[in-house]
């Protein structure tokens, strides 16, 4: 399954060999479905990072190329965007190298005056039509004019699939302006002529970069770019088609992946939250999760099936942005709004979900049972949410209530140290049968060395169960989320974490979610990430 919290780039194209250009390069491809358009979804590993990568195949033509554009925009909520393909040279490129658009001009919008001396009284014999082009300009994202120029050119050729079947010596690289409309361009034509008279600057010609910076410019969170290798220059031939097309279009990704690899180098993706080095506690494990979601759900009557949603983005330190809310909604409701929450944070760039990213769900007591990591975040694709992002469970009476708080405080300041150790040296398993009081839970031969517990029951006091150990203090709890009489599936769930140390849970149990993992609910509480409406914490909420 697609992992949501990476950064994303859609990568669109006109034509199947551009799309299966692009498609090479990824791993982990699978194919979903949106409003009837089909992507590619894969990951690409950079140097310092994954990235989530959407294909599509656009078809020819601004008009489709723009509408595919603002679809994928809105559903996929990227931070990159390229158009890479093939294109015919103009002027100054040789076949197989690149063209990165500083801007697409269009072509075909213009006036035509009749200027011919005399035209106006003898209009059949002197009648001399001039057409003046207006036609509309979208330049790529300066972010990443800026990169391209910046790209080696052994980095990008190093890139290109079955580079030894072919030279490669002489490739060039160009950021210069391209020219757009919705004509194929030949050198037998009287547009060839036109743009090299009116349009002089533009170095090669296509048919979709138009629409697809038209979306680019309407959507302010996304940065795109047009990418094109040249595959003729303006004599088209059936050999060429044949012979040059897979070579630029694959001359084409491999460009544009080495300039992934070059944002990685300028300023790779982070998150609000300062840099480690800068944050206290270095070795206390704070810094294990950074940035986070943090969403309250609560329930003023138990017997009606809403709740009140509020949600916050933090650094746990000195930035705090309410999202959402507080407002009710119904059960079903809230999986697809806290999806809204995160689709508007990373529209209005308050940060970048990247792979410390954490979203922590407040619970109260009688709602700790509920398999808040199941939840079906996009229908479309499957996703669920604990699936997506890395996902905990903590519990708002800690932070309302002195007791608790201290004995959780206390918990911690002992077993921080601890946060390396393998789960399976430090938790203990409670199992509490049908008739068996909860206080059982915590007899005499508990250890006074804070643990983590893994719970199971499968009576209707499961939640009970849970509040208890919660009050006792411990920081980690494990527990299922599916009422069952068979108890070995637990079990074997289980056994795919306690291998983990405490740190890694968070960041594990989203990666073992995506390859099937359910059922299995984490709390993971550290006293020092206070939330904003603790009687503690340094924040006061947002009325």
Not at 79 to 103: E, P, R, T
Not at 372 to 378: T, V
């Amino acid at each position: 399954m697609t992992e949501k919290s990476l950064p994303t780039v859609v990568f669109l194209t006109a034509l199947p060999l551009e799309r299966e250009a692009v498609v090479e390069h990824l791993a982990e491809v699978t194919h979903k479905k949106y409003k009837g358009t089909v992507y590619d979804v894969g990951n690409y590993s950079s140097s310092k990072q994954k990235w989530r990568i959407i294909v599509t195949q656009t078809g020819d033509g601004n008009n489709k190329s723009g509408i595919e554009a603002e679809r994928a925009f809105e559903h996929f909520k990227p931070n990159y965007a390229f158009f890479v393909g093939i294109a015919g040279g103009v002027k100054d490129v040789s076949l197989g190298d690149v063209v990165a658009a500083s801007f697409v001009r269009g072509y075909e919008k213009g006036k035509s005056v009749n200027q011919g001396v005399l035209s106006e009284y003898f209009p059949k014999l002197f009648s001399k039509e001039v057409f003046y082009p207006r036609g509309d300009v979208y330049r790529s994202s300066h972010e990443l004019v800026q990169c391209a120029p910046r790209v080696k050119k052994e980095n990008w050729v190093s890139k290109i699939k079955r580079a030894s079947e072919r030279p490669i010596d002489n490739l060039q690289s160009f950021i210069a302006p391209i020219a757009g409309g919705e004509q194929v361009v030949t050198e037998r034509t009287q547009l060839h002529d036109f743009l090299r008279k009116h349009m002089n600057d533009v170095l090669a010609v296509e048919m979709e970069g138009l629409g697809f910076l038209n979306a680019v410019d309407v959507n302010k969170a996304v940065d795109g770019i047009v990418i094109r290798g040249i595959s003729d220059l303006l004599s088209k031939t059936a050999s060429h088609d044949k012979t040059w097309q897979p070579i630029a279009a694959q001359n084409a990704a491999a460009f544009a992946f080495a300039m992934l690899d070059m944002l990685d180098e300028l300023e790779p993706l982070s998150s609000i939250a300062h840099d480690k080095e800068e944050q206290p506690g270095a070795d206390s494990g704070e810094q294990k999760l950074v940035s986070s979601l943090i969403v309250k759900l609560s329930q003023e009557d138990r017997n009606q099936d809403s709740y009140d949603l509020q949600v916050w983005l933090t650094d746990h330190k000195t930035s705090l942005y309410q999202v959402h809310g507080p407002q009710r909604h119904k059960k079903s409701e809230l999986p697809i709004e806290i999806n809204k929450s995160i689709n508007k944070i990373l529209a209005d760039k308050k940060c970048h979900c990247d792979e410390d990213f954490v979203i922590e769900v407040f619970l109260p007591k009688e709602l700790l049972k509920e398999p808040i990591g199941d939840w079906i975040i996009d229908v479309e694709l499957e996703e669920k949410l604990g699936a997506a992002y890395q996902l905990v469970i903590r519990s708002t009476e800690r932070f309302e209530n002195d007791d608790m708080f201290r004995r959780l405080s206390n918990c911690w300041s002992k077993y921080k140290k601890r946060l390396d150790d393998p789960l399976k040296t430090g938790y203990q398993h409670r199992c509490c049968s049908n008739g068996e009081e909860c206080k059982s839970v915590f007899g005499p031969n508990l250890s006074d060395e804070p643990i983590a517990l893994f719970v199971l029951d499968f009576p209707s006091e499961m939640p009970a169960v849970i509040f208890k150990c919660v009050q006792w203090g411990p920081p980690f709890l494990l527990w299922p989320t599916d009422d069952t009489q068979n108890c070995q599936p637990v079990y074997e769930q289980l056994a795919a974490v306690q291998s983990l140390t405490f740190a890694q849970l968070p960041k594990q149990l989203k990666q073992l979610r995506a390859q099937g993992l359910q059922g299995l609910s984490l709390l993971w509480d550290n006293p020092d990430r206070q939330p904003p409406f603790s009687k503690f914490s340094p924040y006061t909420a947002p009325k």
